[in-house]
């Protein structure tokens, strides 16, 4: 992070983060929910009314819409106090304004037609890549940033991470931002959980690296496939149903590995429509910090 000396050697960086954790965190599992299921985290403001938070699986007039990608987004050097020990579920603002977010961690199949669509609608995006993405494909990686989108952090191998160690927690977040920085991107401050799977502790040691972390609003579903009876009609109108000031709307970049199907891609230009007839702009996550 800006400010903070962290590139000390990989062992020295965990063993000084894992020591502030500990102290500003409680250690251990909230209740005996299963591995992999989501528990509960407070968003830092009311949730839009038409819709509570879902979970996820793989990988009047409204203000003037973003005019675009802005590369070189300010990034914070630390967590502000107010999206400390949340993972956050809506950007707090009352503004008509919702973030379109991508996670990247299998395949790249419908990342073409993605960029292509935000770029000729002009919309900025945020993508979570994980650092086994980054570095299986520096490509497409360069084309995300190219294109001035905001990269975060999704974890290394995408584990479930309420099964992890303080210390693995550590080792899979910092690798991954090794990872997205080789490949020429930096993805601080913003974490996503693999699974949407997290506990105040695995919040408590993310927040220590330096990481916002950020849930969703609405899981589009995109990512189930036609073979699980899914349409690119009905990406558009989960998004739709959940839409509210500071809406995030989580979508997948990948392709189903059993039926192929890019739902979340082929929905885009009609639940980027959707939305502008609703009178909604278009912001990335980075409008969770403070200007």
């Known amino acids: ?33 299963a591995a992999g299921t989501p528990t509960s985290a407070s968003p830092t403001s009311a949730s839009p009314t038409s819709s509570a938070p879902t979970s996820a699986s793989p990988t009047s007039s409204a203000p003037a819409p973003s005019s675009g990608p802005t590369p070189g987004s300010t990034t914070p050097s630390a967590v502000p106090d107010g999206l400390r020990g949340r993972d956050v579920e809506v950007i707090p603002t ?28 002009d919309v900025p995006a945020t993508f979570f890549l994980t650092g086994a993405w980054a570095r299986t494909n520096p490509v497409r990686a360069a084309e995300i940033r190219a294109a001035g989108h905001r990269i975060g952090n999704h974890s290394a ?22 990872q997205i920085r080789a490949a020429g991107s930096d993805p601080r401050s913003l974490f996503r959980f693999p699974f949407g799977d997290r506990d105040a502790r695995t919040i408590g040691v993310v927040n220590g690296l330096g990481y916002v972390a950020v849930r969703w609003t609405v899981d589009t579903l995109g990512w189930k496939g036609t073979g699980a009876g899914q349409t690119a009609q ?25 039926d192929g199907s890019t739902l979340d891609a082929d929905a885009l230009p009609g639940t980027i429509e959707r939305m502008r007839a609703a009178g909604y702009g278009f912001v ?6 403070p200007r």
Request: with cysteine.
């Open 157 to 178: 191998t995408h584990p479930n991470f309420t099964e992890l160690s303080d210390e693995a927690i550590a080792s899979e977040v910092l690798g991954a931002e090794e």
């Open 1 to 33: 992070m800006a400010g903070v000396a962290r590139r000390v050697g990989p062992a020295a960086a965990v063993a000084a983060v894992l020591v502030l954790t500990l102290v500003g965190c409680g250690g251990g599992r909230e209740d005996g929910r």
């Open 234 to 258: 009905q990406v558009t109108d989960r998004a739709m149903a959940a839409l509210g000031p500071g809406a995030i709307v989580l979508m997948h970049i990948g392709s189903n590995p059993d």
């Open 94 to 121: 009352t503004r008509r304004v919702v973030a379109l977010t991508f996670d990247a961690g299998a395949n790249s199949a419908g990342l073409p037609s993605i960029l292509s669509t935000l770029a000729a609608e």
């Open 284 to 289: 990335t996550l980075d409008e969770l910090f």
